[in-house]
């Protein structure tokens, strides 16, 4: 699914415009991206959790040479859905 696909949801269920649904969405994302630029986590009640782990330096290993290599310390985002998205996702 697209960001198009969801305003035209939108503007499908809602009867937003076009241009209003396509801004809506926008935000949306505008919000959530921000949230986690600040190194906020994002809980979407219902949906599920957009959190932010902070990854130690570590090594690493080259599989196809065998050589160590450092692997520098960096911020992942990760997923974890809420228990109904769960739910509903895998038909229970």
Do not use: C, H, Y
């Not at 960001?3 to 801004?23: H, P, T, Y």
């Amino acid at each position: 699914m697209t960001r198009a696909d969801i305003a035209e949801l939108l503007n499908k269920q809602v009867g937003l415009s076009r241009a209003e649904s396509a801004e809506l969405v926008e935000q949306v994302l505008d919000l959530v991206t921000d949230a986690l630029t600040t190194g906020e986590n994002v809980k979407i009640s219902g949906f599920g959790t957009f959190v932010l782990r902070d990854k130690n330096e570590r090594i690493g290993r080259n599989p196809k040479t065998g050589i160590e290599v450092p692997i520098t310390p960096r911020r992942v985002l990760t997923f974890r859905p809420s228990q109904s998205l769960r739910e509903r996702v895998s038909g229970n």
